[in-house]
């Protein structure tokens, strides 16, 4: 299914809320889910989740599969679901975003996206900036035995 999603990419908003996709990313979205996109609320973090259309399909599939009944299920749904936007590719590799979905990331103006493999993460910038200066500093004061043999990941 298509490129990885990596990288950081500082972007800006346009006046009516669109948001320019990275260039090397958009013909694969266009040739492989017809420019068609998912963008939902981060349920960790104040950001959106970018889903390409395929990727997204088979997450509802499964969120849709658990068990209706249980009520962190239920919340999770609505979560992710209920707030799912559907965004269509234009012309110019933009996607527009809903002002629910800006309102609910503190989205206004500069953007940062996150490639983490089958998703991008949209964030505010500053809001960002902050988040991931909080997690690398708690990655140097945490105890570090606990973390897997970094050396064989070759970082």
């Known amino acids: 299914m298509g490129n ?12 009516k809320g669109r948001l320019a ?4 990313y958009r013909e694969s979205l266009q040739t492989e ?13 104040r950001c959106l989740w970018f889903y390409p259309l395929l990727h997204w399909q088979t997450l509802e599939e499964q969120l849709l599969s658990l068990p209706s009944l249980n009520k962190k299920t239920r919340r999770l749904q609505r979560l992710l ?12 590799g933009r996607i527009l975003l809903s002002s629910p979905l800006r309102k609910f990331a503190g989205i ?4 940062v996206m996150i490639g983490v493999g089958e998703k991008f993460e949209i964030w505010d910038e500053e809001s960002w900036e902050i988040r ?15 973390l897997p043999d970094l050396n064989s990941l070759r970082i």
């Open 108 to 111: 206004d103006k500069n953007v």
């Open 33 to 45: 889910h017809n420019g068609q996109v998912i963008v939902t609320i981060g349920i960790d973090n």
């Open 132 to 146: 991931r200066n909080l997690w690398v500093e708690e990655e140097v004061l945490e105890d570090l035995d606990d």
């Open 21 to 24: 996709v990275p260039s090397r």
């Open 81 to 92: 679901i209920g707030h799912a936007s559907e965004c269509q590719l234009d012309g110019q």
């Open 4 to 15: 990885r999603f990596r990288g950081i990419h500082s972007l800006n908003l346009d006046g």
